[in-house]
């Protein structure tokens, strides 16, 4: 039985350790600061509950020593202590962040110390990044690489035609920061809200523009290889141009905590989303242009008898898989692990990954 410290009970947490739990295979220490976080996780034998303040380092240091594996589902500010007390502990780490300076110090450690770290373990950064990864290696030469995420309201209702299916702060951070992108070969970074493109899915209409954060490091890899590279989320039509109205034109961009306000209170929380993924590939093979798309729509379901969203199961689901190809010894470089390193295959045979599956048997 591997011991586990997951650290952070939000909607991610909870679901990370029911998976990890109902496993069989795993025995998880939960701590979060919050005894009401804490208590809306479902009780297990299997899962022990603990308030810590992650701010104190000696006590984050007596929570995680004598576990194995550490999975850090914290706010991004927490990464780098959090990761240090894993590292101290002779611990394996992951995480979720989507912030790059938090990312950058996780790569400092790992050069450090001889364990395993692998951040950007969720949805995007994450999962997309092996998908992208994985229909590039079939290709003699690169030429564009376009990554397309929503996480949307399956029944909109409003101007927006928008719900919060996750974190507030977060959807603004990835509206409001300039996004990396590849173009033309140069590596820029590109404003947020442009590049509006239009998608048709299942016959369904949606629309996609620039946001931050969902490329990881792939920008790093691929630069020089590949010609344009760029994440976009995917949204319904005309969210695009009433959130440039907000940042823009009224300067919200500048006024952040009055945006955030404004999406806490106005804006409905829905547990009833879904998860759009969209990722073409195109580029030389067998000497002409190809293209190579993966496309998937997933929605929530009840795991242990209880009801989770897609977002929950998705950014779960993925980090879960890769801790456990890590704890099964399937993953056995040390020091820093990238997301495009780990192979798909991998992740689809695995029972936390099969969620990405589709019937597309050439990324099986």
């Given at each position: 039985m591997r011991k586990?410290?997951?650290?952070?009970?939000?909607?991610?947490?909870?679901?990370?350790?029911?998976?990890?739990?109902?496993?069989?295979?795993?025995?998880?220490?939960?701590?979060?600061?919050?005894?009401?976080?804490?208590?809306?996780?479902?009780?297990?034998?299997?899962?022990?509950?603990?308030?810590?303040?992650?701010?104190?380092?000696?006590?984050?240091?007596?929570?995680?020593?004598g576990h194995q594996l550490v999975v850090n589902a914290a706010p991004y500010h927490l990464t780098e202590s959090i990761a240090t007390a894993a590292a101290e502990a002779g611990a394996h780490y992951v995480d979720l962040t989507e912030d790059v300076a938090s990312t950058q110090a996780v790569k400092k450690l790992a050069q450090t110390y001889d364990t395993t770290f692998i951040p950007q373990c969720g949805l995007a950064p994450g999962i997309v990044s092996i998908l992208a990864a994985n229909l590039a290696k079939d290709f003699d030469a690169l030429d564009t690489v376009k990554l397309r995420v929503g996480a949307l309201p399956r029944f909109p209702s409003n101007s927006l035609s928008y719900n919060l299916t996750w974190s507030p702060a977060g959807v603004i951070n990835e509206y409001c920061r300039p996004c990396t992108v590849i173009f033309d070969g140069q590596r820029l970074e590109a404003p947020p809200l442009e590049q509006r493109e239009h998608l048709l899915i299942d016959g369904v209409k949606y629309e996609s523009f620039n946001t931050s954060?969902?490329?990881?490091?792939?920008?790093?890899?691929?630069?020089?290889?590949?010609?344009?590279?760029?994440?976009?989320?995917?949204?319904?039509?005309?969210?695009?141009?009433?959130?440039?109205?907000?940042?823009?034109?009224?300067?919200?961009?500048?006024?952040?905590?009055?945006?955030?306000?404004?999406?806490?209170?106005?804006?409905?929380?829905?547990?009833?989303?879904?998860?759009?993924?969209?990722?073409?590939?195109?580029?030389?093979?067998?000497?002409?242009?190809?293209?190579?798309?993966?496309?998937?729509?997933?929605?929530?379901?009840?795991?242990?008898?209880?009801?989770?969203?897609?977002?929950?199961?998705?950014?779960?689901?993925?980090?879960c898989a890769v801790l456990d190809l890590l704890a099964s010894g399937a993953i056995e470089q040390t020091g820093i692990v990238l997301q495009e390193d780990i192979r798909l295959d991998q992740i689809l045979e695995n029972r936390f990954g099969q969620v990405f599956r589709t019937e597309r048997t050439e990324l099986e």
């Amino acid at each position: 039985m591997r011991k586990v410290a997951v650290v952070g009970a939000g909607q991610i947490g909870d679901l990370i350790v029911t998976l990890l739990a109902k496993s069989g295979d795993y025995e998880v220490s939960l701590f979060d600061t919050s005894e009401t976080q804490l208590a809306r996780v479902r009780d297990d034998t299997r899962i022990r509950k603990a308030s810590l303040d992650v701010r104190d380092a000696s006590a984050l240091d007596r929570a995680v020593g004598g576990h194995q594996l550490v999975v850090n589902a914290a706010p991004y500010h927490l990464t780098e202590s959090i990761a240090t007390a894993a590292a101290e502990a002779g611990a394996h780490y992951v995480d979720l962040t989507e912030d790059v300076a938090s990312t950058q110090a996780v790569k400092k450690l790992a050069q450090t110390y001889d364990t395993t770290f692998i951040p950007q373990c969720g949805l995007a950064p994450g999962i997309v990044s092996i998908l992208a990864a994985n229909l590039a290696k079939d290709f003699d030469a690169l030429d564009t690489v376009k990554l397309r995420v929503g996480a949307l309201p399956r029944f909109p209702s409003n101007s927006l035609s928008y719900n919060l299916t996750w974190s507030p702060a977060g959807v603004i951070n990835e509206y409001c920061r300039p996004c990396t992108v590849i173009f033309d070969g140069q590596r820029l970074e590109a404003p947020p809200l442009e590049q509006r493109e239009h998608l048709l899915i299942d016959g369904v209409k949606y629309e996609s523009f620039n946001t931050s954060g969902g490329l990881g490091s792939l920008a790093s890899t691929w630069e020089g290889k590949v010609r344009n590279l760029n994440y976009q989320s995917i949204r319904y039509p005309g969210h695009a141009a009433i959130m440039r109205t907000l940042l823009r034109d009224l300067g919200l961009s500048n006024r952040q905590d009055l945006l955030l306000d404004i999406f806490t209170n106005a804006v409905p929380v829905t547990s009833q989303d879904v998860v759009i993924i969209f990722i073409a590939v195109s580029g030389m093979r067998n000497g002409r242009l190809e293209q190579t798309t993966y496309t998937n729509k997933i929605y929530g379901k009840s795991v242990a008898g209880q009801n989770y969203t897609a977002i929950q199961l998705t950014t779960a689901s993925s980090v879960c898989a890769v801790l456990d190809l890590l704890a099964s010894g399937a993953i056995e470089q040390t020091g820093i692990v990238l997301q495009e390193d780990i192979r798909l295959d991998q992740i689809l045979e695995n029972r936390f990954g099969q969620v990405f599956r589709t019937e597309r048997t050439e990324l099986e």
